[in-house]
Structure formats: structure tokens, C-alpha cells
């Protein structure tokens, strides 16, 4: 009975977890570990029996080494995962030229399109018309968001600064088009971003001083510039704490490993003595700061966080995906990662329609000024 209970209760809090948002933002500062947090909740949600589609946004972050593949990703999807239960997850990339190619055949300009992008076409327009790489990029991520292809699109975005501009660019957009498919385009992208149901944005930190002030910071900016909504913070490379060890203090004083190694038995020579001390001040140490760390987290930024283990493994593949995978899982089973969700969404909602009535305002007004 239990045994059921066990399984059946948390996949059905993983599976609603994952279901909020139909899209899920994995952002934060450069090398954090966004691609190996958003392959973890990829796999998390396949292993809960939902269809996930993973979008990288270019060939460079090894997105498909962990999941066990040796070659790249390209603009069609194809599965690199299949869960036991029926879930799955799909891998594409979708790049501006890959989109602005697809959007132009879609639009009866198959002859031209293949020489046009080739040309570089898009370099020069996107001087002309900043924001529209990424509008080519985020809608077609709206597109498939609307077609529900998938359950859920996990989104592997880019470094913090690049990630606000990039998802601030369809607002800019708006400002600056007046009509046509551009400003359709863009109209249709920033609403989903402030449509709780549809997008939210996950930040990822480690435990440490400057990612956590770094992520701080940006999560206002997402929250303002951009009126996403934010689900849980992701602190990734954690430390687990080692039964025993808690003794010591910053810097791993006060750890006697000598008397420890006496209290289990065993002997240890002068070298093996040293080294051990070593790790111990480097562990605890380590603790002591993502303690202090996280606590600063959490009083300054009112989101739950989720918790991913350090791993030592040489490499991070599909092995230790599935590690990670288990971790977030226990995480999201544990805490209660929808905390204040309802307030947060309250505020993306508000910022969302803020936006827009000062958008129509101005609408209105150079109407006014091309009447006049
Ligand atoms: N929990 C973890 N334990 C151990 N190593 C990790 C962990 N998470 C990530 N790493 C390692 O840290 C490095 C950075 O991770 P990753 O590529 O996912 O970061 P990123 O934020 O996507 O980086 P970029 O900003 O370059 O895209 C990689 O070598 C990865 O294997
Ligand atoms: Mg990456």
C-alpha cells in the first residue's frame, strides 16, 4: 500500500508542478548550470509521464551530450529520452535565420527564401529593426506553444543580461511597429510572457555570493521589464552536508578528524590525516558560505527554492541527469514550490495589462499625430 502511496503521490505533484506553465524559462547568470538544470526538468516532467519539448537556442551548451547523443541538435525535434511511463522528451534548436527561413516559405516565399537567408538578409534588417532575431526566435516558440505539441517547452535561454533583453525585445517591438505581421507577431509574444498559464521563468544560481547578488538583482528586472512570472529559484551545485562534520566552524575549524576517525574504528597514518583535514576545512567551509548564502536568498527574495546536489562526476551526462532529475523531483515533493504563486501571478497579470494600457495610450496617440 505504501509502496502505491509513494509512487502515485508525488508523480501527481510533479506532474501538476510541471503543468503550470506551458512554457518554462530556464534563465540565469553565465555557467550556473542552466542547460543542465533545464535537462534535469525536462527529464523530471518525462519521468512524471508528460510530453516536454527542450529548446536550446544555439549548438553551443552540449545540450544533447546529456542525453547521451554524440550528434547536434538541429531545427527539427527528436526524441532523446523516453520515460518508462509514456513521457518524453523531444530537443530542437530554433535560431532567427531557421525561423525567418520557415516563416517565409510559410508565407509563399519557398523560391527566394533558401538564397534570401543565405544572403545574410537578416543581419541587415536586424540593424534596421532591433528585437526582430528574437521575435523570430520567441515566436516561434508562441507557435508552438499554440499548436500544444508538447505539454511543456522548456526554454534553455541565454546569460542573465542577455535573457531580459532577449525577452523584452517583443515589447520593444510593439513600440516601435505600428502594424503588420511584425507588430502582430510581437503583440501575440507579449502575451504570453505575462500569461502566468503560459510562461513562467526559472532562475538558476549556485550557492555562492555573486550569482546569488547577480540573480537578485535580475529577478526584479524579470518580474518589471519584462511582467513574466517567476516559478521557484533553482540553487544548483549544493553541498550536502555530511553527518558529523556539522561541528566546525567557517573555515573548517573545530573538526577533530583525527577523534572522528577514532570514534569509527579506524587508524589513519600523518599523510592521510592532512589530507583528510584538508577536504574537511574546504567542506565545511564551503557549507558555512551557502548557508549564509541561502539565507540571504531567501530573505531577499521571496520565491522557493529547489535545490540541486553537487555532483563530482568528471563529466555531467545522462547518468547524472537522471541524478539531478530524481533531486528536483524529491525537491518539488518536498517544499511547497508554488508558494506565493498566486500573488506573483497577480502582479505578472497587472504588470501585463499596466503594460498594455500604456502601449494603447501611446497607439492612440501617434494615431492622433498621423490623423492630425
Ligand atoms: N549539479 C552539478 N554538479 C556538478 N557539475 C555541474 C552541475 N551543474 C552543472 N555542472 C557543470 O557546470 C558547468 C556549467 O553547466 P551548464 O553548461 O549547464 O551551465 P550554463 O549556465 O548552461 O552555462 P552557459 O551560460 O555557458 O550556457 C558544466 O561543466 C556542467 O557539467
Ligand atoms: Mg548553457
Same mark, same amino acid.
Given at each position: 500500500?505504501?509502496?502505491?502511496? %509513494? +509512487?502515485?503521490?508525488?508523480?501527481?505533484?510533479?506532474?501538476?508542478?510541471?503543468?503550470?506553465?506551458?512554457?518554462?524559462?530556464?534563465?540565469?547568470?553565465?555557467?550556473?548550470?542552466?542547460?543542465?538544470?533545464?535537462?534535469?526538468?525536462?527529464?523530471?516532467?518525462?519521468?512524471?509521464? =508528460? #510530453?516536454?519539448?527542450?529548446?536550446?537556442? &544555439?549548438?553551443?551548451?552540449?545540450?544533447?551530450?546529456?542525453?547521451?547523443?554524440?550528434?547536434?541538435?538541429?531545427?527539427?525535434?527528436? /526524441?532523446?529520452?523516453?520515460?518508462?511511463?509514456?513521457? +518524453? $522528451?523531444?530537443?530542437?534548436?530554433?535560431?532567427? %535565420?531557421?525561423? =525567418? @527561413?520557415?516563416?517565409?516559405?510559410?508565407?509563399?516565399? #519557398?523560391?527566394?527564401?533558401?538564397?534570401?537567408?543565405?544572403?545574410?538578409?537578416?543581419?541587415?534588417?536586424?540593424?534596421?529593426?532591433?528585437?526582430?532575431?528574437?521575435?523570430?526566435?520567441?515566436? #516561434?516558440? #508562441?507557435?508552438?506553444?499554440?499548436?500544444?505539441?508538447?505539454?511543456?517547452?522548456?526554454?534553455?535561454?541565454?546569460?542573465?543580461?542577455?535573457?531580459?533583453?532577449? @525577452?523584452?525585445?517583443?515589447?520593444?517591438? @510593439? &513600440?516601435?511597429?505600428?502594424?503588420?505581421? *511584425?507588430?502582430?507577431?510581437?503583440?501575440?509574444?507579449?502575451?504570453?510572457?505575462? %500569461?502566468? &498559464?503560459?510562461?513562467?521563468?526559472?532562475?538558476? /544560481?549556485?550557492?555562492?555570493?555573486?550569482?546569488?547578488?547577480? @540573480?537578485?538583482? /535580475?529577478?526584479?528586472?524579470?518580474? %518589471?521589464?519584462?511582467?513574466?512570472?517567476?516559478?521557484?529559484?533553482?540553487?544548483?551545485?549544493?553541498?550536502?552536508?555530511?553527518?558529523?562534520?556539522?561541528?566546525?566552524?567557517?573555515?573548517?575549524?573545530?573538526?577533530? $578528524?583525527?577523534?572522528?576517525?577514532?570514534?569509527?574504528?579506524?587508524?589513519?597514518?600523518?599523510?592521510?590525516?592532512?589530507?583528510?583535514?584538508?577536504?574537511?576545512?574546504?567542506?565545511?567551509?564551503?557549507? +558555512?558560505?551557502?548557508?549564509?548564502?541561502?539565507?540571504?536568498?531567501?530573505?531577499?527574495?521571496?520565491?522557493?527554492? *529547489?535545490?540541486?546536489?553537487?555532483?563530482?562526476?568528471?563529466?555531467?551526462?545522462?547518468?547524472?541527469?537522471?541524478?539531478?532529475?530524481?533531486?528536483?523531483?524529491?525537491?518539488?515533493?518536498?517544499? &511547497?514550490?508554488?508558494?506565493?504563486?498566486?500573488?506573483?501571478?497577480?502582479?505578472?497579470?497587472?504588470?501585463?495589462?499596466?503594460?498594455?494600457? /500604456?502601449?494603447?495610450?501611446?497607439?492612440?496617440?501617434?494615431?492622433?499625430?498621423?490623423?492630425?
Amino acid at each position: 500500500m505504501t509502496g502505491l502511496a %509513494d +509512487s502515485v503521490g508525488p508523480t501527481m505533484d510533479r506532474e501538476a508542478f510541471c503543468r503550470q506553465s506551458r512554457v518554462v524559462v530556464v534563465a540565469g547568470k553565465g555557467g550556473v548550470g542552466k542547460t543542465t538544470v533545464a535537462s534535469a526538468l525536462a527529464r523530471m516532467a518525462a519521468d512524471a509521464g =508528460l #510530453k516536454v519539448l527542450v529548446v536550446a537556442l &544555439d549548438a553551443s551548451g552540449g545540450l544533447p551530450a546529456l542525453f547521451g547523443r554524440t550528434e547536434g541538435m538541429s531545427y527539427e525535434e527528436e /526524441t532523446v529520452y523516453e520515460a518508462p511511463g509514456g513521457g +518524453s $522528451v523531444q530537443a530542437r534548436m530554433i535560431t532567427p %535565420d531557421d525561423a =525567418l @527561413l520557415e516563416y517565409l516559405i510559410d508565407h509563399g516565399l #519557398k523560391r527566394v527564401a533558401k538564397r534570401l537567408v543565405a544572403t545574410g538578409v537578416l543581419d541587415v534588417v536586424a540593424t534596421a529593426i532591433p528585437g526582430i532575431r528574437e521575435i523570430l526566435v520567441l515566436g #516561434k516558440v #508562441k507557435q508552438i506553444e499554440r499548436a500544444r505539441i508538447a505539454d511543456v517547452i522548456v526554454l534553455d535561454a541565454p546569460a542573465t543580461g542577455h535573457a531580459v533583453r532577449f @525577452l523584452t525585445s517583443a515589447s520593444g517591438l @510593439l &513600440d516601435a511597429a505600428r502594424g503588420g505581421p *511584425l507588430r502582430s507577431q510581437a503583440t501575440d509574444v507579449v502575451e504570453m510572457l505575462h %500569461d502566468p &498559464d503560459r510562461c513562467q521563468v526559472i532562475l538558476v /544560481t549556485l550557492p555562492e555570493e555573486t550569482p546569488v547578488n547577480e @540573480l537578485i538583482e /535580475t529577478a526584479y528586472r524579470f518580474e %518589471d521589464d519584462v511582467g513574466v512570472l517567476l516559478g521557484p529559484v533553482v540553487v544548483n551545485g549544493c553541498y550536502e552536508a555530511w553527518d558529523g562534520w556539522s561541528g566546525g566552524g567557517a573555515g573548517g575549524a573545530g573538526i577533530d $578528524v583525527g577523534a572522528l576517525a577514532e570514534t569509527a574504528g579506524e587508524e589513519l597514518g600523518a599523510r592521510e590525516l592532512k589530507a583528510l583535514t584538508a577536504v574537511a576545512a574546504f567542506r565545511s567551509g564551503r557549507a +558555512s558560505l551557502q548557508s549564509e548564502q541561502l539565507a540571504r536568498l531567501s530573505s531577499e527574495l521571496p520565491l522557493p527554492q *529547489l535545490k540541486l546536489p553537487y555532483l563530482s562526476a568528471p563529466e555531467i551526462g545522462p547518468r547524472e541527469i537522471g541524478v539531478l532529475a530524481s533531486a528536483l523531483g524529491e525537491e518539488i515533493d518536498a517544499t &511547497d514550490p508554488v508558494a506565493g504563486r498566486g500573488q506573483r501571478e497577480a502582479r505578472a497579470r497587472e504588470l501585463g495589462s499596466q503594460e498594455a494600457g /500604456t502601449r494603447e495610450a501611446g497607439t492612440r496617440e501617434a494615431g492622433t499625430r498621423e490623423a492630425g
